[in-house]
């Protein structure tokens, strides 16, 4: 009788057999381990298999969408990667068209990287939309970065209309005002800002500055204690304050009283006007080093200045 040709067999017969020998390699390896043990350890490992896929589709899924992606865009803005964020951008909007959102951050991005022209024409396109407070605060910033405080007035204080309660937004505001010598006007947004944001140390670097404007400087120094400033940050509010002074944009009696009685110490770095991380709004702030009881320490920045830091 000839031997049975497994190689001539079916391919059924084949698959039947292999899982056959699997099946008692498994068991051999199982060594005492019953019929039910075995079952119950399969049925476990497809378990953990089935699970462990699902997560992995779940994940995929998550990441491929249009506001993860935006997500991802932010963070590399917050990192400073500005020219890299406007290749992703020019990637979601292939993928998912313009949206207000991705005409933001390219906005930001265009200001970051020295292209005024452009950013300017796209916080203009946002006027039109849910995001007109990003397109009034960017053209603020622009017009500060000018040096035109008066029209940063103008603007911040169009985006602080549509959301009044931005503490960072009151902050630049007040800073604008004080900009433009417009001393009184500059009290009101600073003192909301620092009191919406205590922890802020853009609020609490401006209203400092504004401390030392009106010869306060007793009280401008604490203030700056109670909040522990470093020694740069304390000498950049003074280099601003005098800087103000010197620009001839402040009222006589409150330049003479203020240039007769402030001691100005050494200048470690400029205070000026910086952009600020959005946040859902925003604008200008003044540069400074983070409160080192709260963060890393921030260098002061100047206009034209690509950093953001922000606390």
Not at 209 to 230: G, S
Not at 282 to 287: D, I, L, Q, S, V
Not at 295 to 304: D, G, I, T
């Amino acid at each position: 009788m000839k031997p049975l040709d497994l190689c001539a067999s079916p391919r059924p017969a084949c698959r039947l057999l292999a899982i056959a020998c699997a099946a008692a390699a498994a068991f051999a390896l199982t060594g005492c381990a019953g019929p039910k043990d075995q079952y119950a350890a399969s049925a476990d490992a497809q378990q953990r298999m089935a699970a462990e896929a699902a997560a992995d589709t779940k994940a995929g899924a998550a990441v491929d969408t249009q506001p993860t992606y935006l997500k991802l865009v932010e963070q590399m803005q917050k990192e400073d990667l500005w020219f890299a964020s406007l290749a992703h951008i020019d990637a979601l909007e292939q993928r998912w068209g313009v949206s207000p959102e991705s005409t933001r951050t390219r906005a930001e991005a265009l200001r970051h990287t020295g292209q005024a022209a452009a950013a300017e024409a796209a916080y203009k396109r946002l006027l039109a939309t849910p995001l007109a407070s990003a397109g009034y605060r960017g053209l603020g910033l622009l017009a500060g970065m000018r040096g035109n405080y008066a029209e940063a007035v103008q603007l911040l204080a169009q985006a602080q209309r549509r959301t009044p309660t931005d503490a960072l937004l009151l902050s630049d505001l007040g800073y604008a005002h004080l900009g433009a010598g417009q001393i009184e006007e500059a009290r009101l947004p600073l003192m909301q800002a620092l009191q919406l944001r205590p922890d802020s140390t853009q609020a609490q670097a401006n209203l400092a500055l504004y401390l030392e404007v009106t010869n306060q400087p007793d009280r401008a120094a604490a203030l700056m204690d109670a909040h522990r400033m470093p020694q740069p940050t304390r000498a950049a509010v003074r280099e601003a304050a005098l800087q103000m002074r010197a620009s001839g944009r402040l009222p006589a009696p409150v330049a003479a009283a203020a240039a007769a009685s402030t001691r100005v110490e050494p200048v470690v770095a400029p205070l000026a006007l910086k952009p600020s991380r959005w946040t859902g709004a925003g604008g200008m702030r003044t540069a400074s080093q983070t409160n080192p009881s709260a963060s890393a320490p921030e260098a002061p920045l100047s206009l034209n200045s690509t950093s953001r830091g922000t606390p």
